[in-house]
């Protein structure tokens, strides 16, 4: 599953799927019913590992937002402005319409945590690691959930990567 409770509590879910192809079919009206969009994936496991490469992305994307608002923020822009702008650019990501005004007003209530965003980052290194990959962003990006795990942060959402980037906050 790549969502959260929000979809849940609408019915908007996206399920990936792993298996045999035939249970899968035979599943899938059940599956449909709950969620917007049903994919099958492949053999068992690799829905886990598609799952892994999407949060690997997402907490990437998470932590390089935050240090992008953190600098406009440190340069004294209106992160009004900032979220627009970046809305229109190739700066443009799900992650911006979802923790951009979150990690700005600081309301980091947890639907998926810091702590989980790093557990979910260590799993990408080491399917990476696995396949012999050097992943230096993603290695970063886990290094600073581990940072806000290690100021006693890591139950805040995702989004609270922020307080590391913000001036005056941690």
Sequence with gaps: MASSITQARNGTLYFMCGGPRDVFEKSKPILESMAQSVRYIGTAGQAGEVKAIVNMVMNANTAILAEGLGLGQALGFDLNMLREVFSQTGAASRVLETDGEDMQVRDHDCFY????????LRIALALAKEQQLHIPMVQSAA????ELAKVGKGDLDKSGISELTFQNRV
């Design 143 to 146: 290094e600073q959930y581990q």
């Design 113 to 120: 945590s810091a702590d989980h965003a790093l557990k979910d």
